[in-house]
């Protein structure tokens, strides 16, 4: 009994281990393309898995050729922001339909869940004509716009309200508290944990972002890291060993961010319960 167990762990170490190999090859592949030539990038040869010549011309062209100092401040601005603005807009949308009582609350959070059905593409046009009219296109306001509210982190700290005893509440009334005071520092500092994750998931959303930037904003000044990568693939042909080298410089923020958030990241994923 005690060897079948075994073997079964075993099995399913060997079936985890696989899977993870199998996630790293396209990032083994990333780097090998980076140091190799445009020949050997796009050489039909099963074989040629390592370049013959580690070449660092990819790197060298595409640090001349982009700013990537402007483009690691506008990516950064664009995470930082859509996680403020996410958050706190999501934390007292989450508060008011999981805490509070108030005429037309069950149609209001239909809404928000209506929102999260439907695909996100449907308001682009919307959202391009409010900016637009806003004469804010090609700003840092344009790349933030979509992230100023969270249907989905509306919803996710609300489920963290309703888990919250109502003792709470009735604790902080009777000791004279407001709404907004019982709000700020008491059920708020509770649900830490689900801002974490709305935090995560905002973060990775913003960084992953491609088609939004690339159609409100056209200056180099006020480009991403996603959007700029987008301008280096050619209509006819593309470069593949630079636009590697680029991809692996562009992957340096969230490894950075990732190591230094390594305990809140992976809190943040078992607390909310999702999956990327």
């Keep these: 009994m005690e060897n079948k167990k075994k073997l079964v762990n075993y099995s399913i170490f060997a079936i985890l281990i696989a899977a993870a190999i199998g996630m790293l090859i396209p990032f083994f592949w990333m780097i090998l393309t980076a140091f190799k030539t445009q020949t050997e990038a796009t050489s039909i040869n ?23 100092g402007i483009l690691y401040l506008n990516t950064l601005i664009l995470i930082g922001g859509r996680i ?17 009582n108030f005429i037309g609350k069950n149609i209001c959070f239909s809404l928000v869940l209506f929102q999260m059905m439907v695909p996100s593409q449907i308001f682009i046009i919307p959202q391009y004509l409010m900016v637009s009219k806003l004469k804010m296109l090609n700003t840092m306001f344009a790349l933030l716009f979509p992230g100023l509210v969270t ?4 919803f996710l700290l609300r489920q963290n309200f309703m888990t ?11 000791d004279g508290c407001t709404i907004g005071q ?15 994750a709305l935090g995560i998931f905002t973060a990775l959303i913003a960084f992953k972002e491609l088609m939004w930037p690339l159609i409100v904003n056209t200056s180099q000044n006020t480009m991403p890291l996603s959007a700029a990568l987008a301008k280096l693939q050619g209509q006819f042909s593309t470069n593949f060993p630079e636009l590697m080298a680029a991809s692996i410089l562009a992957c340096i923020p969230m490894i950075i961010l990732y190591l230094l958030f390594q305990k809140q990241f992976i809190q943040g994923i078992a607390t909310s319960g999702g999956k990327l």
């Design 84 to 100: 403020l603005c996410a958050v706190i807009t999501a934390t007292a949308a989450g508060y008011a339909f999981g805490r509070l």
């Design 182 to 196: 019982t709000f700020l520092f008491i059920m708020a500092p509770l649900v830490r944990s689900g801002m974490i």
């Design 46 to 68: 099963p074989f040629m898995i390592f370049p013959r010549q580690w070449q660092i011309s990819g790197f060298v062209k595409v640090t001349a050729n982009m700013n990537f």
């Design 151 to 154: 249907a989905f982190g509306t």
């Design 164 to 174: 919250l005893p109502k003792d709470l509440e009735e604790a902080a009334r009777i």
